[in-house]
């Protein structure tokens, strides 16, 4: 059976990567598009434009002759956002125009490294300048009334003999600038960058923005299936969510969906616990991610379960987060990737 995830291309970064996740370690997402469908789930050109209206919130997108930007391109995005807020933590002058290395960004974002993954980068950015946007979606408190890019601009700063990118330069629109500027984002998980199908990414994100840290949420299939964007029948999303319900593997929650066409996402990080389980507190997202690199390769929920049945009945810890740390890094040790 093939694995729904990605495989995680880069265990072990390169030291002298300027990885953004040693600042801070997660990665950032604005609440603005995670809400409404504005990117392309299709893996082919998109040369639609679509229009989305809900509870007073409109947007139009238009393509370029490249075609929609598509949710695998808003990963530059999420990057950007991430890096920019990382700075700010920092104590440095946020900007609107950012530079980085291409190499740190396809491993960030658990991306080949090779020739054909610099010139889809490259095709990305395209995309991202050319969308074009109008909406009343307010973004930082401010109303963004004329078109505009989801990137403003963007260029090479440095490139090798043989073309690849070595540094780029990036400057976001205002509307996306805003948001970031303002904390209009949410902390997603690592592991949305190995969900291999785009409706499994959008249907993420959907959860994490409603979801959130809630025990469950509960939504009608017919609205879903409008705050998603695709453009398969109702029907036919039945198909990915069922496959989900049995897979199982999307980050952070569970799907559901009943007779009467009600999905629920349940937020496995708000799980009960058992009565052997309740002496230990419930661990923290970030707590999540360090055990992600404790691990790398393991279902860290898996080992989270596993070590609140090995603590029943022990003392409990002083430190809860740095002895389930611990715990999957002497797991991983011991026995390696084979799980």
């Known amino acids: 059976m093939v694995n729904p995830l990605l495989p995680i291309r880069h265990p072990n970064r390169d030291f002298f990567v300027c990885d953004i996740f040693d600042a801070l370690p997660y990665f950032k997402d604005d609440m603005a598009s995670m809400e409404h469908p504005i990117f392309s789930l299709s893996t082919k050109p998109d040369m639609r434009t679509l229009y989305y209206e809900h509870n007073g919130n409109s947007i139009t997108i238009k393509p370029s002759i490249d075609g929609l930007a598509t949710i695998h391109d808003k990963d530059i995005l999420l990057y950007c956002a991430s890096y920019l807020r990382a700075a700010i933590q920092e104590g440095y002058e946020p900007k609107q125009r950012i530079q980085f290395i291409a190499y740190d960004f396809l491993v960030a974002t658990n991306r080949r490294t090779d020739g054909d993954s610099y010139e889809r980068l490259k095709e990305a950015f395209n995309r991202l300048r050319g969308t ?30 043989n073309g690849r990118m070595i540094a780029v330069e990036v400057k976001l629109s205002d509307w996306f600038y805003h948001a970031v500027i303002a904390n209009e984002l949410l902390t997603i998980n690592r592991d949305y960058f190995r969900l291999r199908k785009p409706i499994e990414r959008r249907l993420y994100e959907i959860a994490r923005k409603h979801c959130g840290d809630q025990k469950s949420w509960k939504i009608r299939l017919e609205t879903l299936h409008k705050k998603i964007g695709t453009t398969a029948i109702l029907r036919k999303l039945r198909v990915p969510l069922v ?40 661990l923290m997202t970030e707590i999540y991610d ?50």
Do not use: M
Not at 136 to 148: A, P, S, V, W
Not at 251 to 273: H, K
């Open 243 to 282: 496959a989900l319900t049995t897979t199982d593997h999307l980050p952070d929650y569970s799907v559901a969906l009943n007779d009467n066409d009600i999905v629920t996402f349940t937020n496995r990080r708000r799980a009960v616990p058992t009565e052997r389980q309740s002496c230990l507190p419930l």
């Open 132 to 161: 074009t946007i109008n909406t009343n979606i307010k973004t930082g408190g401010l109303e963004i009334i004329e078109g505009f890019g989801l990137i403003d601009a963007w260029g090479i700063v440095k490139e090798t003999p």
């Open 290 to 339: 360090k055990a992600k690199r404790a691990a790398p390769g393991w279902d860290v929920y898996f080992l989270e379960r596993e070590w609140r049945e090995w603590s029943a009945g022990k003392v409990p810890p002083h430190n809860p987060d740095a002895a389930f740390i611990a715990f999957c890094r002497q797991k991983f040790r011991r026995e390696g990737t084979e799980h």
